[in-house]
């Protein structure tokens, strides 16, 4: 079983709709979460992080962490055509290793059409 | 803060041939990374360093080398490129070991035919 799973994708959606981005995990010590945005033909940029379980909330974006079901998730309201993108999860014990212990899901491609 | 840069932006090499990808960053980061991201495959990471003079291997790190000579720059050296290493590498820098957040530089296109 791989660390991290992350559905590839694509995902096409309609302006306006509720996307729901998922990754799960298998180690148990992983306590940081974070979700990257990359648009195509750039480097990664960090778009939300958890600690632990929880929600947060940035604008028109949710993050979620179910520790109990080794499930995260990223909700994007009223999504935008400038949504269109590849979301990576991420995800790493930071209190036993460095962040170059970060494990990145493999991305799923979204795109939001106007 | 022009943050993270890479050079070149494309490249093609043959077979057998080397180069030096090259990574800088202006933020007086002590972290700095090396990804490559193959289609489908998410980022692998092929060596990383903790400051000047300080590299280690990642998960990927056979057919590359890495020096760190400043805490500025990081170049990622291919010696005798193979189809395999055709892929996009990212460079990414980040303030502390404990730091979630990793600063990505636009990557660089390398094909080897």
């Known amino acids: 079983q791989k660390e991290v799973e992350q559905d590839p994708g694509p995902l096409s959606v309609p302006e306006g709709a509720i996307v729901s981005l998922n990754c799960t995990y298998s180690?148990?010590?992983?306590?940081?979460f974070m979700w990257y945005r990359q648009y195509s033909r750039k480097g990664p940029e960090l778009l939300m992080y958890t600690y632990s379980s929880g929600n947060k909330e940035d604008g028109r974006f949710t993050a979620q962490v179910d520790k109990s079901s080794k499930y995260i998730s990223l909700f994007i309201r009223d999504s935008q055509p400038s949504d269109s993108a590849t979301y990576l999860c991420?995800?790493?014990?930071?209190?036993?290793?460095?962040?170059?212990?970060?494990?990145f899901g493999k991305g799923t491609k979204l795109t939001v059409n106007p | 803060n022009a943050g993270v840069t890479q050079t070149p932006k494309f490249r093609i090499l043959k077979i057998g041939q080397s180069m030096t990808l090259q990574c800088a960053q202006d933020m007086n980061h002590n972290y700095m990374y090396w990804y490559r991201q193959d289609p489908g495959m998410g980022l692998k990471l092929i060596y990383y360093?903790?400051?000047?003079?300080?590299?280690d291997k990642g998960e990927v790190p056979n057919g590359y080398n890495v020096s760190r000579s400043t805490t500025e720059d990081f170049p990622l050296r291919l010696e005798l490129a193979a189809p395999s290493q055709t892929s996009v590498y990212f460079c990414?820098?980040?303030?502390?070991?404990?730091?979630?957040?990793?600063?990505f530089g636009p990557g660089t296109r390398l094909t080897v035919t």
């Open positions: 180690n148990s010590a992983f306590q940081y």
């Open positions: 990414a820098s980040s303030h502390r070991r404990t730091s979630y957040e990793q600063y």
């Open positions: 360093s903790v400051g000047a003079g300080i590299t």
């Open positions: 991420a995800m790493s014990d930071l209190a036993q290793g460095g962040s170059e212990k970060l494990v």
